[in-house]
């Protein structure tokens, strides 16, 4: 099974940069697509960002142009720069790692426990 826990998260000034870390582990040989959702209280999950097991990126309008993410599979290790806070921008963050239900491999994905990023004005 996949493992996945979040770091980085925490208290930063609106305009001010905070990068998110996910290590995973356990099978991180069935590891594909990689993902950052966020949520906000009385709001729904979304997603922020998503990326391949080759680097191909995808983001959400809101954060286009000021969060990065990226991948280094050598580390097991997904990143999440993020640029140009907003106080909109305070959620819960977390990581899924999809998993690509090969042999030996779980259809299912993987979920973080959640790290808080809170942005202040």
């Known amino acids: 099974q996949v493992h996945v826990v979040e770091s980085g998260g925490g208290l930063v000034q609106a305009g001010g940069s905070l990068r998110l870390s996910c290590a995973a582990s356990?099978?991180?040989?069935?590891?594909?697509?990689m993902g950052w959702y966020r949520q906000a209280p009385g709001k729904e999950r979304e997603l922020v960002a998503s990326?391949?097991?080759?680097?191909?990126?995808n983001y959400a309008d809101s954060v286009k142009g000021r969060f990065t993410a990226s991948r280094d599979n050598a580390k097991n290790t997904l990143y999440l720069r993020m640029n140009s806070l907003k106080p909109e921008d305070t959620a819960v963050y977390y990581c899924?790692?999809?998993?690509?239900?090969?042999?030996?491999?779980?259809?299912?994905?993987?979920w973080g426990q959640g790290t808080q990023v809170t942005v202040s004005s």
């Open positions: 990326i391949t097991k080759g680097g191909s990126t």
């Open positions: 899924h790692a999809d998993q690509n239900g090969g042999y030996g491999c779980s259809f299912f994905g993987s």
């Open positions: 356990g099978d991180t040989v069935c590891i594909s697509a």
